[in-house]
């Protein structure tokens, strides 16, 4: 008689299950273990009418403490998420971070209180919930980072009177000044700057960071902390600075200069551009955009170029390199949309040039790269659409993303290879696309030097034998201004005062002596 009943009682558990609370798992311990080895976890309980989300941190045994939520890959993964139109009201407890898309696109969610355990609140957590009217955060919050988008749809980030911090943190500048103006923080001051804090406030002409001595210390400035303040021309960075995140000046059209307080022990300004110590060498963070010099002779120390320094220099001309610079790597974005620059030798030593490095520098026409790059990004030398001369020294060609030079046509450039090994080329992808039409030798192999003579000059130089050069070439002074640029073999020094200048040509650069 039992198992008479046995089936159709499962059958009437399960119509029940329905309408019955639903519990998820969604954490680990903090300390890394499997999940069958967890002192705690977290879950998440929906209230049988759809209406009541809780997270919390749970006991198992005698341990107990708050721990991270599960981190999803999308929104339609969170395991709540077929029921973001009905869920009114949200509870959290005892966690360490709300995680990436947690509660996207909750069109019901009316009111959020976060816990003082949380400390991070991931990319998108709350986005698009554009009935979220109330977020309080509990106590003495010990948040340290708020991920991209958090927040943004929702009406406590559209309808706040004034600008937005969670805690000390300023989450986002809405003091765009009308008319234009300086920008400062409130009064008490800010410990750090979070991403995308200012992006996009395009009446800032000016912001001077240094708090006053009773103030909290400003410590950290948020990737794309800056990104398109498109009237920012100056800002002045104080030494208790010690983090500057990606891009934190990218798509700042008017920026002229970068102040960084000589007591910094981080990061320093030259002649207004942001660098970042690093041991015994610097990497160049950020070139102004309309700084006044249209060429940068680049210190030997620098061993990176970082993400997107000089993206946007629009009157940069030329970036000149010694034979003792130490550059090891370009990052992506490096140079994007860098209209004037005509030329460039990449140094020996450099290993990596990232993706979109030289992407749109649409006045390019004369690249050397030198044997010491084994990987070239994707698309970095996209929209390079003047490129006439391109010069690498690989014996063997390394093996590049098809989509490397864009939708260039690339027979239309000429590639100079090392003596001897034009064959390997015309087999390789990529750089077989230059082939039949447009194909050199690279004159001289790669490791010979710049011929020049005579060298002192008081004078006239000439470069090579005597015969006309396909390199572009040009001179500099030693602090990197451009003086003139020529495809002769012939550079005339008569009008220019005596001194040590520097004469690039071919990928190699040689320093001239004019008596």
């Known amino acids: 008689m039992k198992r008479t009943f046995l089936l159709p009682l499962v059958c009437l558990l399960l119509a029940v299950n329905g309408f019955a609370q639903t519990t998820w798992n969604i954490g680990a311990s903090d300390d890394g273990t499997n999940r069958d080895a967890m002192k705690y976890f977290v879950t998440a309980t929906l209230s049988a009418d759809h209406t009541q989300l809780t997270i919390r941190s749970k006991d198992t045994l005698d341990h107990h403490g708050p721990a991270a939520m599960r981190k999803w890959g999308e929104a339609k993964v969170v395991p709540w998420h077929s029921h973001r139109a009905t869920i009114r009201n ?77 805690g000390s943190l300023l989450y986002k500048y809405k003091h765009n000044p009308s008319p234009p103006g300086p920008a400062q923080l409130r009064e008490g001051g800010a410990t750090a700057i979070l991403r995308e804090a200012f992006a996009n406030c395009d009446s800032i002409t000016g912001i001077n960071l240094n708090p006053i001595p009773s103030n909290p210390t400003l410590h950290s400035i948020g990737v794309a902390a800056f990104r398109g303040c498109s009237m920012l021309d100056t800002i002045f960075i104080p030494r208790s600075v010690t983090s500057i995140g990606a891009g934190a000046f990218e798509g700042c059209h008017s920026l002229r200069k970068i102040d960084v307080d000589p007591d910094n ?19 160049l963070l950020t070139y102004p955009v ?3 010099e249209t060429s940068l002779y680049v210190p030997n120390e620098v061993t990176s170029i970082g993400y997107a320094a000089f993206a946007g220099c629009d009157s940069l001309v030329s970036v000149i390199f010694t034979g003792s610079s130490r ?32 992407w749109a520098c649409s006045g390019l026409t004369t690249v050397t790269i030198p044997e010491s790059v084994t990987t070239i990004g994707s698309f970095a030398f996209s929209n390079c659409d003047k490129l006439e001369s391109l010069t690498v020294k690989w014996d063997n060609p390394i093996t590049v993303p098809s989509n490397v030079f864009g939708t260039a046509t690339l027979n239309s450039c000429t590639l100079n290879v090392p003596l001897g090994k034009e064959s390997l080329y015309k087999l390789a992808p990529v750089w077989k696309d230059f082939y039949p039409s447009s194909m050199a030798i690279e004159p001289g192999g790669r490791n010979t030097p710049l011929p020049v003579y005579p060298n002192p000059t008081t004078g006239v130089v000439y470069i090579g034998n005597g015969v006309e050069t396909h390199y572009a070439t040009s001179l500099h002074t030693l602090n990197g201004e451009l003086l003139l640029r020529t495809n002769e073999n012939r550079i005339d020094l008569s009008g220019y005062p005596r001194g040590i200048y520097l004469l690039q040509s071919g990928g190699k650069t040689v320093k001239i002596v004019k008596k």
């Open 265 to 283: 022990p981080v990061f320093k300004s030259v002649d207004g551009v942001l660098y970042k110590r690093q041991d015994d060498a610097l990497i």
């Open 327 to 358: 550059l090891e790597s370009i990052a992506d974005r490096a140079f994007h949309s860098c209209d004037a620059l005509t030329a460039l030798t990449i140094p020996d030593g450099v290993g990596y040039i990232g993706d979109a490095a030289f």
């Open 90 to 166: 949200l509870q959290i407890n005892g966690v360490t971070s709300i995680s990436d898309f947690a509660f996207q696109g909750f069109t019901a969610l009316e009111q959020v209180f976060i816990p003082n355990s949380v400390k991070t609140i991931g990319d998108w957590a709350f986005a698009d919930s554009d009935t979220l009217g109330i977020v309080m955060f509990l106590g003495e919050t010990s948040i340290t980072n708020v991920g991209r988008e958090a927040f943004s749809g929702t009406k406590w980030y559209r309808d706040a009177p004034g600008d937005i911090y969670i």
């Open 290 to 292: 309309k700084k006044a």
